[in-house]
């Protein structure tokens, strides 16, 4: 097969889809692979690298006239034009909070598998695991830095000093966001709540953590209370290809403190804060009612050496999976399967289409 790996063109999006090691790895097994020009310079990667590795440097036309395209980020606008029936893209898509995108697919034809919804049958999503490790270490990182004065916080240090209460964190959701951010909370000597809806996940990270955090059914009465005290809320719910459901609401933000700070993680799936909106590494904050706002939705592309080897090591398998026997690949492995969200203009990811009331064609209709 033909794998086209394009820059990523989302703004400070420094990410690539493929390391050399991975190109090395599929063209071992006889498939051709066209990297676009300088498409791993932001993560440390020179393109000699890629040449060496047996790729062929391209345009982005030429990436993008591939089989199969490998990507990071979802297809922004100007790359819609390379939409086409007879095309495999493999990315992250989170097409739940990206109606455009969705109709662009569809209309195109294109067979789109998202990262994000691939899912083994114990419901471990192995694609995004890894970002999610990184967006949660990052959110503690990134919220301790605006609780600084001049970044528009309330001028805490994170873990305070002797003689000085430290700042509280609150994150909302216990997964793979959620348990990073906390473990990296602690670590700088924050107080800790973490609240979910699973009192199974909550008796696990209270024996994992050794009851240094507290750990908090989620519901609205919790939340509110817990607000009047977060110096940072972290959101980090996931509903997997959904859009996250809302569990701050606007007239919430009264409880918080003036110049505490939100860094919402689920702002790709639409976010759990409703105040939250999409931002960009360029333009990472604004203010509502006194709160910071941190939404940037390509958070790990701030560490792109580090994102792009952690992605990498957990795509290739699935990549040389689709190379080998493209579409094919879906029927003989489910966790692949699950991660079909359009296929030759039909919607085939439920949440998607109750996202946007759109008709959905069961999964077993097309494989």
């Not at 063209?27 to 060496?52: C, F, M, P, T, W």
């Not at 080897?309 to 094919?328: C, D, I, R, W």
Request: proline share 4%; with cysteine; hydrophobic share 45%.
């Amino acid at each position: 097969m033909i794998i086209g790996v394009p820059k990523e063109i989302k703004t400070m999006e420094n990410r690539v889809a493929m390391t050399p090691a991975g190109v090395e790895a599929l063209i071992g097994r006889g498939h051709k692979v066209l990297v676009e020009n300088d498409a791993g310079v932001g993560s440390g990667l020179e393109s000699q690298r890629y040449i060496d590795a047996g790729a062929e440097m391209v345009s982005a036309e030429e990436a993008w006239g591939a089989e199969m395209v490998i990507k990071v980020k979802e297809p922004i606008p100007s790359e819609y034009q390379y939409l086409r029936e007879d095309l495999i893209l493999f990315t992250y898509l989170h097409l739940a909070a990206e109606r455009e995108l969705t109709e662009a697919l569809l209309a195109a034809g294109t067979t789109a598998i998202a990262y994000e919804t691939v899912q083994t049958a114990n419901g471990h999503l192995p694609l995004l695991t890894p970002m999610s490790e990184v967006a949660g270490r990052m959110a503690t990182q990134v919220g301790a830095h605006y609780l600084e004065k001049h970044q528009g916080g309330r001028g805490m240090l994170l873990g305070g000093v002797p003689g000085v209460s430290p700042a509280t964190v609150v994150v909302l959701g216990g997964g793979v966001v959620g348990t990073n951010a906390a473990k990296i909370a602690m670590g700088m000597g924050a107080r800790v709540i973490i609240m979910d809806l699973s009192h199974e996940r909550l008796q696990y990270l209270d024996d994992v953590f050794k009851g240094r955090m507290t750990t908090m059914s989620s519901n609205e009465a919790n939340i509110r209370a817990y607000l009047k005290e977060a110096h940072l809320l972290i959101g980090a719910v996931l509903i997997p290809g959904a859009k996250a459901p809302n569990l701050v609401t606007r007239d919430m933000l009264a409880y918080m403190k003036d110049g505490s700070v939100i860094v919402d993680v689920a702002v790709d799936q639409g976010g759990c804060v409703e105040t939250i909106r999409a931002t960009t590494h360029a333009d990472p904050t604004y203010v509502v009612d006194g709160v910071v706002h941190y939404g940037v939705a390509n958070m790990p592309g701030a560490v792109p050496h580090t994102s792009t080897v952690a992605l990498v090591n957990q795509t290739v398998p699935y990549a040389m999976k689709l190379a080998e026997h493209g579409f094919s690949a879906l029927a003989n492995d489910t966790a692949l399967a699950r991660g079909l969200n359009c296929y030759q203009g039909k919607l085939t990811y439920e949440a998607v289409g109750n996202a946007f009331n759109m008709e959905v064609t069961p999964l077993a209709d097309v494989l």
